[in-house]
């Protein structure tokens, strides 16, 4: 009981020494005196190594425990500042049990990186993605974007709202999330989730929720690298290309699961597959393909000048040709649920 109290000392010990360095800091920069914390820094000897060894105190005394670090509001701040935050959390504390969750718009994580570094913009590019791009892939394990909530999910959640007192939990609600909780495969997990369509929105989406809760299982995540395998050869040659498709993929059905947006499986490993390698082509197809008989026209004619070569890429038009695939080509469908999804 004496060591539990010793480690509990310690810690809180730790996090209220590094609270009171923030605070301390913080109250220069809230204050508009940018230049006294400046001088604070520059009157420490290694100030920032001493504050290192105390986080990594807290981190140590908390094992076998995970830290989860949540960072909100980085895209209202300057791009100098965004940069030098994002570089610091990857080299100061950068540990194994530390994960830092960053809720930010990507595309001005994007533009900051593209200020700060358009002097060697020139000589790091890549087909298909911006230099911000570049160092989000190199910065973040996963990134993911949240969906919205398009307008007929409102409408029925409006509806199980309203009708809330009306309706009762059946047998036959109850049986069917039962089910999904005992799904052993991703195909199963896919045939509940279209039989619970025909029950109320309450109980489809109760359905939803556990179907989520499946596809992160350990068991159902080696089903999913076997499912995309066969799409190895549309990927680039970087040996984490495969496992970047797994997290792509995965976030990308979890949020269609949670939307009530079925896409097609081929369907979404394509359209995850062009995020990754192309991103301002599936940035552009979203915001202005012209959407008819099922197929995806590009007009090139009205293309600017860092879209319009990319269309002549013959592994980008393989991928939107389907890649060989018996399931063909993305089509226009696809292309109109992820405008749903990401809206």
Same mark, same amino acid.
């Given at each position: ?47 920032? #190594? ?13 094992? !076998?425990? %995970? ?8 895209? %209202? ?16 504390? #950068?540990?194994? *049990? ?31 993605? !911006?230099?911000? *791009? ?22 029925? &959640? ?23 909780? #005992?799904?052993?495969?991703l195909q199963e997990t896919e045939e509940i989730i279209a039989r619970s369509k025909e029950g109320s929105f309450a109980t ?15 068991? *159902?995540? $080696? ?6 395998? !066969? @799409?190895?050869?549309?990927?680039? &040659?970087? !040996? %984490? ?5 797994? #997290? ?5 059905k979890a949020s269609s699961i949670i939307s009530h947006i079925d896409i097609p499986t081929h369907q979404t490993v394509l ?5 990754? %390698?192309?991103?301002?082509?599936? $940035? @552009? ?5 012209? &959407? ?7 007009? *090139? ?18 991928? &939107?040709?389907g890649g060989g695939h018996k399931d063909g080509p993305l089509v226009a469908n696809t292309v109109i649920q992820c405008r749903?999804?990401?809206?």
């Open positions: 009981m004496g060591a539990l109290f010793e480690k509990l000392e310690k810690t809180v010990g730790g996090i209220l020494a590094i609270w009171a360095l923030v605070l301390g800091i913080g109250k220069f920069i809230a204050g508009g005196q940018t230049r006294s914390a400046e001088l604070y820094l520059a009157s420490k000897k290694d100030p920032m #190594n001493s504050f290192q060894k105390r986080f990594k105190n807290i981190i140590e005394g908390i094992k !076998p425990g %995970r830290v989860a670090v949540f960072i909100d509001d980085l895209d %209202r701040c300057k791009s100098s500042y965004v940069i030098s935050l994002l570089e610091s959390l990857q080299t100061l504390f #950068n540990y194994q *049990n530390v994960f830092f969750i960053i809720a930010a718009d990507k595309k001005w994580i994007n533009a900051c990186y593209e200020v700060e570094y358009q002097s060697i913009k020139s000589y790091i590019g890549t087909t298909g993605k !911006p230099i911000g *791009n570049l160092f989000i892939e190199k910065m973040f394990q996963q990134s993911i974007a949240l969906p919205g909530v398009h307008k007929e999910m409102k409408e029925k &959640l409006w509806d199980s709202l309203l009708s809330v007192d009306k309706q009762e939990i059946t047998e036959t609600d109850e049986s069917i999330v039962k089910e999904m909780q #005992n799904a052993g495969s489809e989406h109760a359905v939803r929720l556990q179907a989520i809760k499946k596809i992160t299982k350990k068991q *159902n995540l $080696e089903e999913t690298e076997h499912l995309l395998k !066969p @799409y190895a050869n549309l990927l680039d &040659l970087n !040996p %984490r290309s495969m496992k970047r498709l797994i #997290n792509n993929y995965s976030a990308i359209w995850a597959i062009l995020t990754m %390698r192309w991103p301002i082509v599936a $940035e @552009y197809i979203l915001e202005h393909a012209a &959407l008819s008989k099922g197929s995806i026209n590009i007009k *090139n004619g009205n293309l600017p000048a860092e879209i319009n070569h990319l269309f002549k890429d013959e592994e980008l038009i393989n991928l &939107l040709n749903q999804l990401f809206i």
